[in-house]
């Protein structure tokens, strides 16, 4: 199974950006697939997620200005990252959540600038 990130770059506060994270491979069932963040210094923190069942939950600190969702087909969840703030800097990680185990992207970096 792999996750495949990407969408970060550089922007300025007040900005947008739109992350991708697609899995692939030997994927039979999935329970949910979440993005976590984690700045320079920092632990890895909780962004939001997505079940199977379409049930959604954030972080305190985003709700109101990311939006989690997902492909119709495939395994492939987005974020859309409104009001992005200099807090925001982090490498975002996507995980994939399954019965038989947990996987992780390899990270995209997301800079905001103020």
């Known amino acids: 199974v792999q996750l495949q990130a990407s969408g970060g770059g550089l922007v300025q506060a007040g900005g947008s950006l739109r992350l991708s994270c697609a899995a692939s491979?030997?994927?039979?069932?999935?329970?949910?697939m979440a993005w976590y963040r984690q700045a320079p210094g920092s632990q890895r923190d909780y962004v939001a997620h997505?079940?199977?069942?379409?049930?959604?939950g954030y972080g305190d600190s985003v709700k109101g200005r990311f939006t989690i969702s997902r492909a119709n087909t495939g395994n492939t969840v987005y974020l859309q990252m409104n009001s992005l703030r200099p807090e925001d800097t982090a490498v975002y990680y996507c995980?994939?959540?399954?019965?038989?185990?947990?996987?992780w992207g390899q990270g995209t970096l997301v800079t905001v600038s103020s």
């Open positions: 995980k994939l959540d399954t019965p038989y185990g947990t996987y």
């Open positions: 491979g030997s994927i039979f069932s999935v329970n949910a």
């Open positions: 997505i079940t199977s069942g379409g049930a959604i």
